[in-house]
């Protein structure tokens, strides 16, 4: 079992550009939920996505969306980049939360930072 | 919304010391309550996990928790650590219904260092 896996491991990109995270979420899985985690600090919730819907959103501007395709995998956009956007951008799978309880299973993350 | 406060960013312990670290967290609704660990470089990895029932929980690598509902806290505890224990550790939650349900709140972490 391959776990979470994410791409790329690192990014380096410049302010304005856009740039497109993947995740593939551990087999069985149908949910999948993007953290960023910024330098000292600890994972913030972006979205939630299962059957290929946005189905919560944390605190974070339009500049921020995502994708979710039949296999499950998963697309994180950033428009417009910002230096505040460097961070580590975490991707987690589970099963969907119907009111059970359901491990989220984290990837080691993409690593991007905004020059 | 949830937060979580972890008390100390850093805890530094010399190995075969006992450690604990501090986690409060502002909900006494229903809640599922977590601690993650993290290495460098690495992504999140779960230690233990509140969901019901016992108030003491155990983890992997000789971890523990107990969950104190009336002063909204959940501590780690270590009876004595391991070099290899040096890393970042996460307390989390999440609300056990509604329409956050699955969402996670961490902390700010606390970096346990271990020295020989």
């Known amino acids: 079992d391959a776990g979470v896996t994410q791409s790329p491991t690192h990014l380096i990109k410049t302010r304005g550009q856009q740039v497109t995270l993947r995740c593939s979420p551990k087999s069985g899985h149908d949910t999948v939920s993007w953290y960023q985690q910024a330098l000292g600090q600890g994972p913030q919730f972006i979205f939630q996505y299962y059957e290929e819907e946005e189905r919560q959103r944390g605190n974070f501007p339009d500049r921020f969306s995502g994708h979710q395709f039949p296999n499950y995998s998963s697309e994180l956009n950033v428009n417009a980049l910002l230096l505040g956007d460097s961070a580590l951008y975490l991707c987690a799978s589970s099963l969907r939360f119907t009111g059970i309880f359901h491990e989220q299973y984290f990837g080691p993350g993409t690593r991007l930072t905004v020059t | 919304a949830q937060s979580v406060t972890q008390l100390d960013s850093q805890v530094p312990v010399f190995e075969e010391a006992p450690v604990e670290l501090r986690c409060n967290y502002s909900s006494s609704v229903s809640v599922y309550l977590f601690w993650y660990v993290q290495y460098p470089n690495q992504g999140l990895q779960l230690l233990l996990k509140?969901?019901?029932?016992?108030?003491l929980v155990k983890g992997i690598n000789g971890f523990e928790a107990e969950f104190n509902k009336s002063q909204t806290s959940f501590h780690l505890r270590k009876p004595s650590v391991h070099i290899s224990d040096t890393a970042e550790y996460f307390c989390a939650v999440s609300d056990g219904r509604g329409s956050t349900l699955g969402r996670l709140y961490f902390g700010r972490g606390t970096q346990l260092t271990v020295w020989p």
């Open positions: 509140y969901l019901s029932g016992s108030t």
